[in-house]
């Protein structure tokens, strides 16, 4: 039964290209007191922008009504459980962003001298010290806009020592278990991609990579817990095995959710690794970004880390460009500072023991949903489940419905729905990641939800195929939608003229 | 459902050699298990590849997925077809929907590849 959704009116909304009626204006300016002038004469021709052809002229309050309007379509983790397993979509609380609205951290100006960021400067380099003390490591970068970012920006600094120590290598080692972005940044980088299979367990097979490890692999990026979920218990063999042939060891710390507080990758022999500050530091996060992808690195990579870094002059903070084996910005000034801001106010509110608590719920959260539905969908892999479960649509697909007709059921019942069809290796995919946010309450909805529609596919299995019905849109064509995406909205004349 | 004049990989790309020349494609059920085939990606002409790297790719509303050469040698041509139809792939996998025609380097790696009733038993379809 559907217990959290009912309808609702949403108000239709056009473009607001549609909703365009010339000379309509947002402000009015009083009349011009001083003798007016040509900004051509004054600036230069060549500095002077031509009107833009179409753009939307709208009053005020229609503008206000056209977003505010489309927000209410919209679906947030503000409104229940986003379950996107591996994006950990955890609520970002209002303290983080009170502190970020602060006038002085809001207006403060990159280009304002050092003398007068002081303030600013602490805050990252108090950041840098506590992600440093999270995972193990000896320094970080705040740099890299996002996990990707962060990826290639860690391989970056790996090709760089090994350069240094005279051979860059060829090939970098990730298994199939990783994210889909380890391979396309190691290929980024230069280097080739040897694919590493899973054991029946779901972890890493530590034969294949002891077979695969030699001295033309400059590295192993591995994610721990990996993308079932699962933590690699082998790791500490796997980085040692790695570390034997001279190679070096990325960690993709996506799933941090499931370790912070518990156990630290500088521990278990990882040599650096990213941070995916909008995931597991909870700041916005999935269109609400801007997100940050923090770098951790021991001491040997530390001299290649992005310039400029910040260093202790007497009382003050400083910028030191003088790194000259850094591998130079990956980001204009010093990363997403908002973002860095709302970081540490997180880790400040939570202490060492909440954080702790927050993993330890996150861990909680994920099992009792495993334990749920384990009698409904079918579990692949049955190793322990950290901060996410993976479910396979295997029992409902001999009814012709797959994980992608189930997500689409989900959001009838008025869940976000789970990631669907990664990863790779289960074969039809349902990956659930609750995170600690959840409690019990909202969990059970979801439980109950995911129930229902076991029972749906089992009786009626075409009402599931025909979902979402309580959408303002019914399914849409995605095969249409990818094999002949129209990208840009143009005006129904210039359709028109187009195609003639 | 699988041609007996074909040979078959692991990672379910078939070729058929004709002249010493290989046709590629990817196999019935690769295009099943992929789903709705929206774009592909093929090396151009005279491209050379080896057996088991990286021929293009095939992406699918579910995943992109790596197309492994099933044979070594050097791109004659590649499917036009698909540039605009790669919904072709899901129709007819194993006639106008091929990827490339190339020229075999190795032509005794053919040996090494699946016969047409191993691939079906490997997928655990019935011959």
Known sequence: ?500 | MYPENFRYTKEHEWVSVEGGVGTIGITHHAQGELGDIVYVDLPRAGTVVAQGKTLGSVESVKAVSDVYSPVSGEILEVNELLTNSPEKLNEDPHGAAWLVKLHLSAPDELLHLLSSADYQIYVGEKA
Not at chain 1, 177 to 202: D, E, F, K, L, W
Not at chain 1, 420 to 436: C, K, N
């Open chain 1, 1 to 500: 039964m559907i217990l959290k959704t009912r309808p609702h009116l949403t108000q239709n909304e056009p473009l607001l290209f549609e909703s365009s009626s010339p000379g309509k204006k947002g402000y009015q300016l009083p009349p011009l007191d001083v003798p007016a002038v040509d900004p051509k004469t004054v600036l230069g021709a060549e500095h002077v922008r031509d009107e833009i052809e179409g753009f939307p002229e709208v009053s005020e309050v229609e503008t206000i009504r056209h977003f505010t309007r489309l927000s209410t379509w919209n679906y947030a983790i503000d409104l229940g459980l986003y379950p996107l397993g591996s994006c950990t979509m955890k609520y970002n609380p209002r303290v983080n962003e009170l502190v970020a609205r602060t006038e002085a951290l809001a207006w403060a100006h990159p280009y304002q001298p050092e003398s007068l960021s002081q303030g600013a400067m602490e805050i990252m380099a108090e950041l840098e010290r506590c992600l440093a003390e999270i995972t193990g490591m000896d320094a970080v970068t705040l740099q890299p806009a996002a996990g990707a970012h962060g990826e290639m920006t860690g391989i970056m600094l790996i090709r760089s020592l090994l350069e240094k120590r005279g051979d860059a290598r060829k090939k970098i080692l990730i298994p199939d278990s990783a994210h889909g972005t380890n391979p396309a940044t190691a290929h980024m980088c230069g280097y080739a991609v040897q694919n590493i299979p899973s054991n029946a367990r779901g972890l890493v097979d530590v034969e294949l990579l002891e077979k695969a490890m030699d001295e033309t692999v400059a590295g192993l990026m591995i994610t721990n817990p990996n993308t079932l979920g699962v933590f690699e218990e082998n790791i500490v063999e796997i980085t040692k095995i790695v570390h034997a042939k001279g190679g070096l060891v990325y960690m993709d710390g996506a799933n941090m959710n499931a370790l912070v507080g518990i156990a630290r990758p500088g521990d278990f022999g990882v040599d650096v690794m990213h941070l995916n500050l909008h995931k597991t530091f909870s700041t916005p996060h999935g269109g609400g970004g801007p997100g940050s992808g923090a770098v951790a690195v021991k001491k040997h990579l530390e001299p290649f880390l992005p310039y400029p870094r910040m260093k202790r002059e007497g009382d003050q903070w400083a910028f030191n460009y003088d790194l000259p084996e850094s591998i130079g910005k990956v980001r204009a000034f010093y990363g997403n500072f908002g973002v860095l801001v709302r970081a540490l106010a997180y880790i400040m509110a939570h202490g060492g023991d909440g954080l702790r608590r927050a993993t330890m719920d996150a861990v909680l959260n994920a099992n009792y949903i495993r334990k749920m539905l384990e009698p409904y969908y079918d579990l692949p892999y049955k190793a322990p489940s950290m901060h996410e479960c993976v479910f396979s649509d295997d029992r409902q697909a001999k009814k012709g419905v797959r994980t992608g007709d189930i997500a689409k059921r989900l959001i009838d019942y008025g869940f976000h729905p789970y990631t669907v069809s990664f990863p790779l290796i289960v074969h039809g995919a349902l990956m659930i990641e609750p995170t600690e946010t959840e409690g019990k309450r909202e969990i059970d909805l979801f439980v109950e939800a995911l129930i229902s529609i076991a029972e749906e596919v089992d009786e009626d299995p075409q009402l599931v195929l025909g979902a979402p019905y309580l959408t303002r849109t019914s399914r849409v064509d995605e095969v249409t939608a990818a094999r002949k995406p129209i990208v840009r909205w143009r005006p129904q004349a210039a359709v028109g003229k187009a195609a003639d």
